[in-house]
C-alpha cells in the first residue's frame, strides 16, 4: 500500500523556538495533504488543508500564521510551528491523498510527530 | 455537516471474547464510513471501510463492520479478540461527492486483558 513517511518522530524544542515537520507520500504523489493534531485521549482535529502549488486552507480557530504548512512538491509537504509554547506541545499527524483519485479513496497516514515544547 | 459519535471511551475485555465498538454518525447526505486503528505513539492505520455495496465490510484480521442505514451505525465486531488488537479506534465518515476530509469520532480505547 502507499506509504507516507513523516518525520521526525519526536522533537523536543524550546519555547519560542520553531519547529518543523516534514510529511513525504514516497510511493506516489499527493495532490492533498491534511494536517490534523491531537490531545491525549481525543479525536483527530483537521488543522489545515494543504493543495500542491496553492495556499493551504485553514481549520477555524487554527492560527495561520503560526502553523505555516507549505506543499511545494506532490510528495512533499511541511508544517512549521512557529514561536512554540508549551500549549503547542502534542501528536501532530499527516495524511496523503493520491493525486488524480476519487473522493472515495482512502487519505494514508503518516505516523505522527509527537511535539514536546519546554 | 456529518458528525461521528463513539459512545464508548474505553472497552475492557478478555482475550479470546468476542468485542464491539460502537460508531453512529450523522450527515444529511450518503456517506462513505471508515474504522481506523492507532497503536501507540502512531499515526492511523486504515482497518475497513464502506463505500457501496454489501454492508458487512471485513478486514485481514478478523474485524467486521456492518453499514446500518436505518440505524445510521457502523458497528465494529470481532469474535475472538488478542493481546495485539489492543489499541484505539477511530471511526470516521466522508460525505460521498465532497472532498474526503473525513470527520472522526473521538475513539475507543480496546484493552484486551489476558
Known amino acids: 500500500g502507499a506509504v507516507v513517511s513523516q518525520h521526525p518522530s519526536r522533537v523536543i524544542c524550546k519555547s519560542g523556538t520553531s519547529v518543523k515537520i516534514e510529511c513525504r507520500s514516497l510511493?506516489?504523489?499527493?495532490?492533498?495533504m491534511f494536517w490534523y493534531r491531537q490531545f491525549p485521549k481525543q479525536s483527530l482535529m483537521l488543522m489545515a488543508t494543504?493543495?500542491?502549488?496553492?495556499?493551504?486552507?485553514?481549520e477555524q480557530g487554527v492560527e495561520k500564521d503560526k502553523f505555516l504548512i507549505n506543499h511545494a512538491s506532490l510528495t512533499l509537504s511541511t508544517l512549521t510551528v512557529t514561536s512554540a509554547h508549551p500549549e503547542d506541545s502534542s501528536f501532530y499527524i499527516c495524511?496523503?491523498?493520491?493525486?488524480?483519485?476519487?473522493?472515495?479513496?482512502?487519505?494514508?497516514f503518516g505516523q505522527g510527530t509527537r511535539l514536546t515544547v519546554v | 455537516a456529518q458528525s461521528v459519535t463513539q459512545l464508548d471511551s474505553q472497552v475492557p475485555v478478555f482475550e479470546e471474547a468476542p468485542v464491539e465498538l460502537r460508531c453512529n454518525y450523522s450527515?444529511?447526505?450518503?456517506?462513505?464510513l471508515f474504522w481506523y486503528v492507532q497503536y501507540p505513539n502512531q499515526g492511523l492505520q486504515l482497518l475497513l471501510k464502506?463505500?457501496?455495496?454489501?454492508?458487512l465490510v471485513e478486514s485481514i484480521n478478523g474485524f467486521e463492520a456492518e453499514f446500518n442505514k436505518s440505524q445510521t451505525s457502523f458497528h465494529l465486531r470481532k469474535p475472538s479478540v488478542h493481546i495485539s488488537d489492543t489499541a484505539e479506534y477511530f471511526c470516521?465518515?466522508?460525505?460521498?461527492?465532497?472532498?474526503?476530509?473525513?470527520?472522526f469520532g473521538r475513539g475507543t480505547s480496546l484493552i484486551v486483558h489476558p
Open positions: 510511493d506516489f504523489q499527493a495532490t492533498t
Open positions: 450527515s444529511s447526505v450518503s456517506v462513505y
Open positions: 470516521a465518515v466522508s460525505e460521498k461527492g465532497g472532498s474526503y476530509i473525513p470527520t
Open positions: 495524511s496523503a491523498r493520491e493525486a488524480g483519485t476519487g473522493s472515495n479513496t482512502e487519505a494514508f
Open positions: 464502506y463505500l457501496s455495496g454489501s454492508t
Open positions: 494543504s493543495n500542491e502549488g496553492s495556499k493551504a486552507t485553514y
